[in-house]
């Protein structure tokens, strides 16, 4: 995801690649990222950052903690990340744990001018800074990229946001059930017909998408600031990941291509991609589509060439290409054999278990997935050996972790979730202030 180790800014501008790319050290050993950022996504890019070895200091302001923090106190005391963060005064459960793992947390009311300050004598220092206020409100404090580019020149500025930062809707509120789900048209293809209800609301998932693009950009962005010394904006936005995540319908529908507009007689062997998913009623590819055990496991076919899997189904069965659609003659412009097809193979996948038939799958080369539910991902035996779940032993339970890992160096949680305002003193102390300086802070509330 990050093609080379680029210099970390100003304290450690002499230290060479080589140098922080040590043995023992992570590859962003070095790096400083100043976070301004609640919810999910730009705390999950972040997150991904301190995992691979960068100093992430956390920033939110006093009496407003990220709105994250209270979605823990849901969580089972007894199975919950960590209980020292869980039991702190403002909380934070599992799911804070997923997205600020290994970060430093201060409390800092920017809005204040001495807050300001302290932000820009931060910066001084700073690679990475990470946002996702609405622009408006950081142009009004003076904190967009625009206001910081000429003072810090060398400052990565990540603006994560719901529309982009351009266009009608840039300073319209967004999260990602709406800029990245709804807006791209991935929540209306998602449901079962096109006369059905939309589909359940899956926040979250845009944001994590976008996190892994948002964290791999800032890499870029990184690299480029170690060829030429030069900062940019980073300007990530959720319905552009989403319209980026649904670019093969999108952009076959601008061909005209028959698959994606119908009709289904013009559509080919894979069907049409507005098929109803209601058992019996689909006009699609056996080899593309899930089916149902008589276990209740659904299990998902998936070759994209039905001539190549079709006759192991065929085979594996028991059965004939005849049995399944009938002969030729009787195929229909309108696709009806097809549904024929798919009726068959939903009755015979409904005669065994899924434990009878994983044997006869794997025996017979048939290319299938198994169409898992979330909550048993964390015991999931794949997950666990190909590097998809991180762990520490200040966290309880697994987290998940980047989903691109680099050969030659780890990527794991440095340690849990800051608890609220944990490391204000500690990172005042190392960017210069006294005790005395932090007190007079403290007691004009510009910290906590």
């Given amino acids: 995801m990050l093609l080379h180790l680029p210099l970390p800014c100003k304290k450690n501008q002499h230290a060479s690649p080589a140098a922080v790319s040590s043995p023992g ?114 142009k009004k404090l003076g904190l967009y990229y625009d206001d910081l580019k000429d003072e810090f020149p060398r400052l990565i500025y990540g603006h994560l946001n719901a529309w982009g930062v351009q266009g009608p809707m840039t300073e319209a509120p967004g999260f990602d059930v709406g800029a990245w789900w709804a807006y791209s048209g991935i929540m209306e293809l998602a449901r079962p017909s096109d006369d059905s209800p939309m589909p359940r609301q899956v926040g979250g998932i845009g944001d994590s998408v976008l996190a892994v693009q948002f964290a791999g950009f800032l ?19 959720l319905m552009r990941s989403g319209l980026a995540a649904i670019a093969h319908p999108v952009c076959a529908a601008a061909g005209g291509n028959k698959f994606i507009t119908g009709p289904i007689q013009e559509a080919g062997g894979m069907g049409y991609i507005r098929e109803p998913t209601v058992l019996g009623q689909r006009r699609t590819s056996i080899s593309y589509v899930p089916f149902r055990c008589k276990c209740g496991q659904w299990i998902h076919m998936m070759d994209l060439v039905p001539d190549r899997l079709n006759p192991k189904i065929f085979k594996a069965f028991g059965i004939t290409e005849l049995d399944v659609f009938g002969p030729p003659e009787t195929h229909t412009k309108t696709g009806e054999h097809m549904k024929k097809g798919t009726a068959v193979i939903d009755k015979i996948m409904g005669t065994k278990t899924w434990a009878e038939w994983k044997p006869i799958f794997e025996k017979n080369d048939i290319w299938h997935a198994v169409i898992n539910k979330f909550e048993n991902m964390l015991d999931d035996e794949q997950a666990q050996a190909n590097g998809a779940l991180v762990h520490h032993p ?38 210069g202030f006294t005790a005395a300086e932090e007190a007079e802070l403290r007691k004009k509330k510009v910290i906590a």
């Avoid at 170690?226 to 980073?234: A, F």
């Avoid at 987290?399 to 440095?414: D, F, R």
Wanted: charged share 25%; aromatic share 4%; proline share 6%.
């Fill in 25 to 138: 050290k992570k590859i962003l050993s070095g790096i400083k990222v100043v976070e301004i950022a609640t919810v999910i996504a730009g705390p999950t890019c972040c997150a991904f950052l301190a995992d691979m070895g960068a100093e992430v200091i956390k920033i939110e302001r006093p009496g407003e903690p990220d709105v994250a923090r209270t979605w823990g106190l849901k969580d089972d005391p007894g199975k919950t990340a960590s209980p020292e963060l869980f039991n702190s005064e403002l909380g934070g459960g599992s799911s804070f744990t997923q997205f600020n793992r290994g970060k430093r947390s201060l409390v800092l009311d920017i809005q204040k001018p001495e807050g300001k300050a302290i932000l820009k004598k931060m910066l001084a220092t700073t690679d990475l800074f990470v946002t996702n206020v609405r622009a408006k409100s950081l």
């Fill in 219 to 237: 890499g870029t962005a990184l690299y480029h600031r170690e060829r030429t010394g030069q900062g940019q904006l980073v300007d990530a936005a």
């Fill in 394 to 431: 200040d966290i309880r339970h697994p987290l998940i972790g980047l989903p691109v890992l680099l050969s030659a160096h780890t990527a794991e949680p440095a340690g849990r979730a800051p608890i609220f305002g944990e490391h204000t003193s500690d990172v005042l102390r190392d960017h």
